[in-house]
């Protein structure tokens, strides 16, 4: 009797719904019919044969699209290209009204090596008239383009967490060495999970309104919309799991220029978690958003609230992430398990038992409550996710609607079998059985694949590992990002790099003095050291050779402060100084030609978003930002030359602001290493009290600059409390 209560609240509670305009969600529509598209074999089968059927318009957008991807893999072998690039060449060859548009986001430098080169031109100069290719960069500082859709004649789409690119093909069997699963570079690469959407009717249309917008923002042009069309692009092979049913889409869009922020994906997040009676099922690679772990919390903390399974991936891929992202997550996860007194949180990763040492990559993005709610989408459990990048995420109830709520449990009974190497009959009836998603995954944990309990261990927190660095909610104004790396850079280590820099100048003293009085001296003659340094500087033509290395330097990204101490070895002060600025103002100048006539769509792809905001803060100060920049560096010499080229800060702006900038630190540069030279060959009391004068007048204007800081930061902090 408490039992049949129990469900019968339930039912009256899940029949409110969860949507609200504008809240959390941008717009609903029917949807005719709806798939659920486990893995990227089946995803790329389904786009191939959609795109063939395709009339007037194909919408590709997303976070990474290669057009070396191979579509088909195995023993199948087609009639038509099986590269991205060339198929889509090929389908517009074939159909004389067919545009296709690919949005690609203008990535960070962070990622040069994992992206195509020059996708641009692959895809733009080698795939014909009729397909569209640009980099999105309409976006504010430090967010990414993550929306990941396919829309067909504006008839169906595709979206969820599966981007057309390298590293994400594999099937449900995720075999730990599979040869078909290589990359671009015929590179293996590790088991890859993942879930798409499939969906037509409204939906669909509204998916392509949205990539409409994105393409005039990101490329300032129109699309006209597509054309009436005859056939039915739906891929046979996509039985619908649910048909005629309301589909809503849910967005994430960071506040820059004249678009505002958009917020709704978390805020369907939270609701959704705040709805749930029994289950809450979740598949996302990263645990770092603070307002989903709160509501997470909040639910746990409730006696009678719901269980909560999460399936992630065990790390990350590389020492970044791993610092970082892995970093909030274990910080995150005992946040929650301290309030889980009940044993109704799991956070878990797949496995192969006889393999640990393969990483099995979890990267959907799935939410399903009870079988009420279901939500499959681009956007990560992460603070970037819910504000900063751009985000799409579709969502259904399905209260009133048997065969959804059907479909709902199949779904999640199906991820479920995949991890742990079962099936859906004995994981739906494991679950009738125990009533508990965690009690299944503990009674089917498969021989050749299983699910296991994440291990959180203590990991270091660092510079690195804050969210407002990494995994930050909004925008961060550049000026209070280097606030904050400050901050903690020079209040917690200031006083160590003044011992380091002091230490170092102790252990040269000791040298010197080791040269001149030890059995050194026996084994190492200065003077004829000093007699081959001065014969290098008196050479008639190495004051040119100087000036040509400055230049090459500079196109090599070679640190200009290592060059100008060069130079003062070789040179007398005065000509090493003259040297230096001469060089160096070459070298800036070369590179900076080089930024102006490559362009600034160029430079994106070399200095990534966050370089890029310095293109702009030139463009906008002029000479005080070319001067201040210089005078304290806040990038490389090379990279700030290639980017100041391609913004549009005038020539003669960069070139006053750049000799103000760097001369009085080439005048210390030179100063201190000429003293430093006398003072090794020669270590008597004279050399001794002058390089004992520059290196006090050195720690002196050390812990002025860090006072100054901190008081601007104080005084910045106070004004904001206002």
Avoid at 118 to 140: C, E, I, M
Avoid at 240 to 252: E, G, K, L
Avoid at 318 to 324: A, H, I, K, P, R
Avoid at 398 to 412: E, F, N, Q, S, V
Wanted: charged residues 25%.
């Amino acid at each position: 009797m408490v039992k049949n209560t129990r469900e019968c609240k339930d039912v009256m509670e899940t029949t409110q719904s969860l949507y609200q305009d504008g809240r959390n969600i941008w717009k609903k529509g029917k949807a005719h019919r709806v798939t659920f598209i486990i893995d990227a074999q089946d995803y790329f089968t389904a786009f191939v044969e959609a795109v063939l059927k395709a009339e007037r318009s194909v919408y590709i957008t997303g976070w990474d699209i290669d057009s070396q991807l191979t579509l088909i893999r195995g023993d199948e072998k087609p009639d038509f290209p099986v590269r991205l690039g060339e198929f889509l060449s090929y389908v517009v060859l074939k159909k004389p009204h067919l545009h296709v548009n690919i949005l690609d986001w203008d990535f960070s430098v962070l990622y040069t090596f994992k992206r195509e080169y020059l996708p641009a031109w692959k895809f733009s100069w080698k795939t014909g008239q009729r397909v569209h290719f640009h980099l999105d960069n309409y976006l504010p500082p430090g967010a990414s383009h993550h929306q990941k859709i396919v829309v067909i004649d504006d008839r169906i789409a595709f979206t969820g967490g599966i981007d057309l690119t390298h590293v994400r093909w594999d099937t449900p069997e995720h075999l730990p060495d599979d040869p078909r699963r290589s990359d671009s570079w015929e590179e293996n690469y590790p088991p890859f999970h993942d879930v798409q959407i499939l969906v037509d009717g409204e939906p669909a249309a509204f998916l392509g309104e949205l990539f409409r917008q994105r393409w005039r923002y990101a490329a300032r042009k129109e699309l006209p919309l597509p054309g009436a069309t005859t056939s039915d692009p739906w891929p046979q092979r996509c039985i619908p799991d649910i048909r005629q049913i309301d589909v809503a889409i849910s967005r994430t869009q960071g506040r820059y220029r004249e678009k505002p922020e958009i917020r709704e994906v978390e805020s369907l997040w939270v609701d959704a978690i705040a709805s749930a009676r029994r289950h809450i099922y979740i598949e996302s690679p990263f645990f770092t958003s603070s307002k989903v772990a709160g509501a997470v919390s909040k639910r746990l903390y409730e006696a009678d609230g719901p269980e909560i399974v999460v399936v992630t991936r065990k790390k990350s891929h590389g020492w970044l992430e791993e610092s970082t992202m892995d970093a909030i997550r274990a910080h995150l996860v005992k946040r929650v398990r301290r309030v889980d007194t009940g044993g109704r949180f799991g956070i878990y990763y797949t496995e192969h038992p006889d393999r640990p040492d393969v990483l099995f990559e979890v990267h959907s993005k799935i939410l399903i409550v009870d079988d009420t709610f279901l939500r499959i989408g681009s956007s990560n459990i992460s603070n970037r996710s819910m504000g900063l990048d751009s985000e799409c995420d579709l969502s259904l109830e399905t209260w009133g609607h048997p065969d959804a709520k059907r479909a709902c449990r199949d779904l999640r009974d199906s991820l479920l079998a995949e991890h742990l190497g079962s099936t859906p009959r004995k994981v739906e009836e494991t679950i009738d059985k125990t009533g508990s998603l965690i009690r299944t995954i503990e009674a089917l944990a498969g021989p050749e694949r299983t699910l296991r309990p994440l291990d959180v261990s203590p990991v270091e927190r660092n510079i690195l590992s804050q969210p407002y660095l990494v995994d930050p909610e909004r925008p961060m104004d550049p000026d209070d990002f280097i606030e904050r790396f400050i901050d903690k850079e020079d209040h917690h280590s200031g006083r160590r790099r003044l011992i380091v820099f002091a230490a170092l100048i102790l252990a040269l003293i000791a040298l010197a003095a080791a040269w001149k009085w030890s059995p050194l001296a026996e084994y190492l003659d200065i003077g004829v050291m000093s007699a081959w340094i001065g014969s290098l500087s008196g050479y008639r033509f190495m004051p040119a050779i100087i000036l040509v290395l400055y230049v090459l330097g500079g196109l090599v990204v070679f640190p200009v402060t290592a060059m100008v101490a060069i130079t003062a070895v070789l040179f007398p002060p005065l000509t090493a100084l003259a040297l230096s600025v001469a060089g160096a103002m070459m070298s800036a100048s070369v590179v900076y030609w080089i930024g102006r006539i490559v362009g600034r769509d160029f430079v994106r792809k070399v200095a990534g978003r966050r370089i890029n905001q310095l293109s702009r803060r030139l463009a906008r100060q002029g000479l005080l930002a070319m001067t201040i920049i210089r005078f304290i560096p806040v990038a490389p010499f090379s990279v700030v030359n290639l980017v100041a080229g391609a913004s549009h800060i005038g020539f003669r702006d960069y070139f006053v602001g750049t000799l103000i900038g760097m001369t009085p630190g080439f005048i210390a540069i030179t100063l201190f290493t000429e003293s430093l030279l006398s003072f090794l060959f020669e270590p008597d009391i004279v050399n001794i009290t002058i390089l004992a004068g520059i290196t006090l007048v050195a720690v002196v204007l050390l812990v002025w600059l860090k006072k100054r800081i901190a008081g601007r930061m104080e005084q910045s902090a106070g004004e904001k409390a206002l």
